[in-house]
């Protein structure tokens, strides 16, 4: 299901999510996305200038709440800023985005920004990333709601754990670094057995 980013669902779904996590004004929003809608170039172009004003602040946000996307976002910046590129183009230019990339990116029930680990490969795939099963030393880890390695206690309010592959032993083992696991803000090694790292729980974001 999709929605269509008429001027007052865009600005009540869309800018007020944006102006929550980086600050821009709700004038701005309103003009950049429920005006007419960009060309492709003019567009690739807005999204690049709102990143270089507020991306930097938003990352930096993240990067110091000691939660494991931290770490994350620290070894791959790239990620993040290109999956927040890729939705605001979308936007820009009049299209849509998937109803639940966008409930994944904004939240439906965190504060705008506070993309769940678990929701980040499908994000990351919208955004045009490989994501597979198979562990790469530099890819990013994700372990969704039911795996041993993100607390499965927590049931259906489980954000899931992400963690960053340092290398993949010829055992099929993968040594990771990773962030609160279990400790907010402190960053620790590890290495996930082969009979976790290879389940169905687990994805890689390359």
């Not at 709102?50 to 620290?74: F, R, S």
């Not at 504060?111 to 530099?138: E, I, M, N, Q, R």
């Not at 992400?162 to 993968?174: D, M, P, T």
Request: glycine share 8%; aromatic share 8%.
């Amino acid at each position: 299901m999709t929605y269509t980013h008429s001027a007052s669902r865009l600005f009540t779904r869309t800018a007020i999510s944006v102006v929550a996590a980086l600050g821009i004004s709700t004038s701005t929003a309103a003009v950049a996305n429920a005006a007419t809608p960009l060309s492709v170039p003019q567009a690739k172009a807005q999204a690049q200038q709102t990143w270089a004003e507020k991306g930097p602040a938003y990352q930096n946000t993240i990067n110091h709440d000691g939660q494991c996307g931290a770490l994350a976002d620290v070894k791959r910046p790239d990620v993040l800023r290109n999956l927040t590129l890729k939705i605001w183009t979308t936007q820009f230019e009049g299209g849509t985005v998937p109803q639940n990339i966008s409930d994944e990116y904004y939240g439906t029930n965190e504060p705008a920004g506070g993309l769940a680990a678990k929701f980040w490969p499908s994000v990351a795939k919208y955004a045009g990333y490989k994501v597979d099963k198979h562990a790469t030393a530099g890819s990013l880890m994700v372990f969704q709601p039911g795996s041993k390695w993100a607390d499965p206690e927590k049931g259906p309010k489980n954000p899931g754990h992400i963690a960053w592959v340092k290398r993949v032993n010829k055992n099929g083992s993968v040594v990771v670094e990773e962030e609160h696991a279990p400790v907010l803000g402190k960053v620790a090694t590890h290495t996930v057995p082969a009979s976790i790292a290879h389940t169905r729980f687990i994805s890689y974001i390359h």
